[in-house]
Every structure is written in structure tokens, then in C-alpha cells.
């Protein structure tokens, strides 16, 4: 067993979480060291929507706090990153049938817009709403324009999400933080003043000694969380599976934002990579992390709603379908539509004060940063006083080549 130097913190998983916790605490003047079973962004933080967004729909159900703090890390994000997060004009057409009526979607953007006009990071453009005039309505990519009573737009955010966690994880490592990769977490004892930590690297075993575990394995968290002695606390969560389509199309005009017509659903159809992109799901997934895919039924909902917007492709088949990948997010677990969940993250740790294992659930792409933060803070009784070296706020993030 080859041993590696004791560090302040060990991370394992290199998503967007784990990522953003290594800088963030690299950043603070920690030592940091990284494990990642397979590569970076391998699992959740490379098949997301791809979005950083406030979360204009999370108004519904009155998740206030997170739509602004979304939409502040969305203003930061475009302002560090611009290489990797750029501004995109989003469209919703609203139609006689569609649930949500006119003054419904004004009064969200309104309140949308206000919330992204508050904050020293605020950008104008972003925080402007208005509607598309009706003589331009042809010109939207081939939107059905039957029975179609407005169209309103305003702007968020489009992002390469492994692009983004890879210059993350450079950027940690620019501070400090080591990445191994791949290694397989094994197993974690706890002591009173720290973590015995064991993986397996270059097919040996090596361990590590660490004054703070943290957990950031996304749909692989529960299994990490299982594998540390003595048992620690496993919050009631559970995966739920997203999928996307791709066709290889364009679309010129922007992302547009529907309403399923089945179950009034939000689902994004937006530009990638000179190709169309349609998602997402949301269903219940048990099994296996690495085995999650595109399941009949949700490809035939994504394509129905896309059919039902863009008639185009309602002669299309399945054979058109370029590609499609699945996600998975972890949300609290509960009896009701995952819709209805609470979006926030949670940070679980193994005891309150001085916590050994901090364990992170759930969370947004666009809110990675100020997870980090808030992780960071709660676990900083157990860490030594270190000299900072930056604050990520003003670290700028790069496409790493």
C-alpha cells in the first residue's frame, strides 16, 4: 500500500462539486487532494441541460432564495468565464391552450427580472425582458404559430458543462489541490481528529490521512457515504434519472422555453454545437449510477414535445435522432413530483461541531460556486488557519485545451 502525505481536505468526485470545493478550499490556502473513478465531469456534471439559469420556473414553488442566488452566481459566472458562459436569449410562446396564461409568465419574468437587476455583479442586458412582435413570429426557427397568442423572451445562460468543470478542476490545481484520477475510492475510517482514507490508484491501493472527507460523488454519494467507519448519517435522498435528444439540426433564434402538452412540464429545445438539443426528464431511477440511459418512454415524451412545437419534424422518426444521453440529479426523497423538490443543495455532515465528512447532495450547475462557499464555511472549525491565496469571485476560468 503506497501512502500519500497528509492533506487538509480530500474531495472524491470530480463534478462540478467536487471541482468547486478543491478550488474553493485550495483558494483558502488548504492542502487539497482530488479522487476521481473515471474522468472529470464523467457523471452527472457532463449531461446536464447545459444551462446556468436562475431558475425562472423554481418561482413557482416559491424556492425565492435559490432563484436569486442563481441568478447572482449566473452574473458571476458570465463574468469570469466568458469563454465557457454566454448569454443566450430564451423564447416562450404562449399559446390559447398553454396552462400558464400571459400575465401569469409577465409577472414571473417581472419578478425574474428584478431579482437579476439586484447585486454588484447584476448585468443589464440580462436582467431585460420584453416580447417577440408578431410580424417576426415566422423567423422563429419554425415555431407553429396556430393558435399562438405571445411570445415572450428574455436572456440566461448556455455553458459546455465539462468544459466548465475541467477549468475548475485546472483551476484548483493552479492553486495547489492535487488530482488523482482515475482512483477508485475504497473505503474511509474516522478518528477523532480527522480521516484515514483508502483508493485504489495505478491498480495499487494507497491511503491518505485527511482532516476533512468530502463527500462529492453525485448518484455515487450514498455508496461513499456507506463505505466510512463508524456509520455515519445517510439523508433520505434519491436519483432522478434526465434525459436529452440531439438532432442534427440548427437553431438560429435562440432556446426556447415550453410547456409539455401533456403534463405542463418545462422542457428547454436549444442549440448545441450547430446541432438541436430537447430535455429534460424527470423519473425516478434505482440502480446502478453507471448504467443510466434514455428510456423508450422518455424519448417518445421529448419527441412528442418537440413534434408538437416544431412541425417540421412530425413526419421524423427515432431514426433521426442523432443522439441522446442520461443524467441523474439527487433530489429529497418524497411521494410527490420531483417537480415539486426542493432544488437546494444539502450539506450533510457526520457530526455538527467539527465535522470529520461533509457530505454534498443535490445542486445546481449554475450554484456551484456558492455551494463550495457554503461547504467550505462549514467544515472551516476543522481546518487549520491557512494564508489565502485567492478568492474564487475573481478567479478567472479558462477552456483548458
Not at 476521481?36 to 446536464?48: C, H, K, L, N, V
Not at 441541460?49 to 432563484?67: C, D, N, P, W
Not at 409577465?106 to 431585460?128: C, E, I, N, T
Not at 454519494?221 to 434525459?243: F, L, M, S
Request: glycine fraction near 8%; proline fraction near 5%; charge should be positive.
Amino acid at each position: 500500500m503506497s501512502a500519500i502525505d497528509d492533506v487538509d481536505v480530500a474531495v472524491v468526485g470530480a463534478g462540478i462539486h467536487g471541482a468547486g470545493f478543491a478550488q474553493a478550499a485550495a483558494a483558502a490556502g488548504h492542502s487539497v487532494l482530488l479522487l476521481e473513478q473515471t474522468s472529470i465531469a464523467a457523471g452527472s456534471s457532463s449531461r446536464s441541460s447545459k444551462l446556468i439559469h436562475g431558475g425562472l420556473r423554481y418561482l413557482e414553488t416559491a424556492q425565492f432564495h435559490l432563484v436569486y442566488e442563481s441568478l447572482r452566481e449566473r452574473a458571476t459566472l458570465l463574468r469570469l468565464a466568458p469563454e465557457l458562459v454566454q448569454l443566450r436569449r430564451f423564447h416562450i410562446p404562449i399559446y390559447r391552450h398553454t396552462r400558464r396564461r400571459p400575465w401569469q409568465l409577465r409577472v414571473g419574468l417581472s419578478l425574474y427580472s428584478l431579482l437579476a437587476a439586484f447585486g454588484p455583479a447584476a448585468l443589464g442586458r440580462a436582467a431585460q425582458i420584453g416580447t417577440v412582435p408578431r410580424h417576426e413570429w415566422a423567423g422563429l426557427d419554425g415555431l407553429d404559430t396556430a393558435g399562438l397568442e405571445t411570445v415572450f423572451w428574455y436572456h440566461d445562460a448556455q455553458t459546455d458543462d465539462r468544459a466548465l468543470t475541467r477549468a475548475v478542476v485546472r483551476s484548483a490545481q493552479e492553486l495547489g489541490a492535487r488530482l488523482l484520477c482515475p482512483a477508485r475510492f475504497v473505503g474511509a475510517a474516522l478518528r477523532e481528529d480527522g480521516v484515514d482514507i483508502r483508493f485504489m490508484h495505478d491498480e495499487r491501493e494507497g491511503c491518505c490521512r485527511a482532516r476533512v472527507l468530502v463527500n462529492a460523488a453525485g448518484p455515487w454519494a450514498d455508496a461513499v457515504a456507506r463505505a466510512i467507519t463508524p456509520a455515519i448519517a445517510v439523508p433520505k435522498v434519491e436519483c432522478v434519472q434526465g434525459t436529452h435528444l440531439i438532432f442534427a439540426e440548427p437553431l438560429e433564434r435562440g432556446i426556447y422555453y415550453v410547456e409539455s402538452p401533456r403534463d405542463g412540464r418545462a422542457v428547454f429545445v436549444m442549440p448545441w454545437h450547430g446541432q438541436l438539443m430537447v430535455g429534460t426528464t424527470e423519473t425516478r431511477f434505482r440502480g446502478d449510477p453507471a448504467s443510466v440511459a434514455p428510456t423508450q418512454a422518455e424519448v417518445h415524451y421529448l419527441f412528442g414535445v418537440l413534434k408538437h412545437y416544431f412541425p417540421r419534424f412530425r413526419r421524423r422518426t427515432n431514426a433521426d435522432i442523432d443522439n441522446s444521453f442520461a443524467g441523474l440529479r439527487v433530489l429529497p426523497a418524497g411521494s410527490g413530483h420531483a417537480f415539486h423538490r426542493s432544488r437546494e443543495t444539502l450539506l450533510t455532515p457526520d457530526r455538527e461541531q467539527r465535522p470529520r465528512v461533509l457530505s454534498i447532495y443535490g445542486g445546481k450547475l449554475t450554484t456551484w460556486r456558492a455551494v463550495s462557499q457554503r461547504a467550505l464555511r462549514r467544515v472551516a472549525a476543522s481546518l487549520p488557519q491557512r494564508q489565502v491565496r485567492a478568492r474564487t469571485d475573481r478567479l478567472a476560468l479558462r477552456p483548458v485545451p
